[in-house]
């Protein structure tokens, strides 16, 4: 095994952990914002940071998910939300960095996704659209429990940049290059385009003119 070969399922608990965690303090964030209680803000937490993942292991057969079957799944995103809800303050003043953490955790998510799609037999489209699914599927039932409408819907270049991040990792396996090579191709490729969008203001196209009704 040489040095850039790493064992693909601890490369898939590890992306998972790290990106429970950065989805799971956006989750608490919102949380907060809509004054909520403790346990409301550990429960949109555990929502942000496990719901891709679930979402991913229900839809390819992965039972029971790993949320279920991992207690560290479960430990990270209340971990994440009682920081949150005892420092909420200071980490609301330093919201564009936590952007930033979103932005790895979601290149994370969608380089696991993908993988582990892959891994339980499913084709390299399919499995980059859950790929997908596993990087923006957190952020969209948090956002539906807070009464608010997806992110993904309003114009937010976060999807798409999740689908190209998975689109290179699924090729980086269909081309039997190294999984750490691929992995760091695959998330790389997201963070750039997602950190750009935040930093010059990209947004997908909207529709323009008066609506018909």
Request: charged residues 15%.
């Amino acid at each position: 095994m040489s040095s850039w070969d790493l064992d693909p399922a601890v490369l898939l608990v590890v992306l998972d952990l790290v990106g429970i965690f950065v989805f799971a303090i956006s989750g608490a964030l919102v949380a907060v914002r809509k004054d909520l209680d403790v346990f409301g803000v550990l429960v949109l937490a555990g929502t942000t940071g496990l719901g891709g993942g679930f979402l991913r292991d229900v839809l390819i057969g992965a039972t029971p998910p790993a949320a279920l079957a991992d207690w560290r799944y479960l430990l990270v995103p209340v971990a994440a939300g009682l920081v949150v809800f005892w420092f909420h303050s200071t980490l609301g003043r330093i919201e564009r960095q936590v952007n930033v953490f979103d932005a790895f955790g979601l290149s994370l998510f969608c380089v696991a996704g993908a993988v582990k799609a892959l891994d339980y037999g499913l084709g390299p489209l399919p499995a980059a659209l859950l790929g997908m699914v596993t990087g923006i599927g957190g952020g969209m039932i948090r956002d539906v429990l807070a009464g608010r409408v997806p992110e993904i819907f309003r114009g937010e270049l976060y999807a798409t940049p999740a689908l190209a991040g998975a689109g290179v990792a699924v090729v980086g396996v269909e081309l039997d290059a190294p999984l750490l090579v691929m992995a760091v191709a695959g998330a790389g490729v997201c963070l750039v385009w997602r950190l750009l969008a935040l930093w010059r203001g990209w947004h997908a196209p909207l529709p323009r003119g008066p609506a018909s009704v």
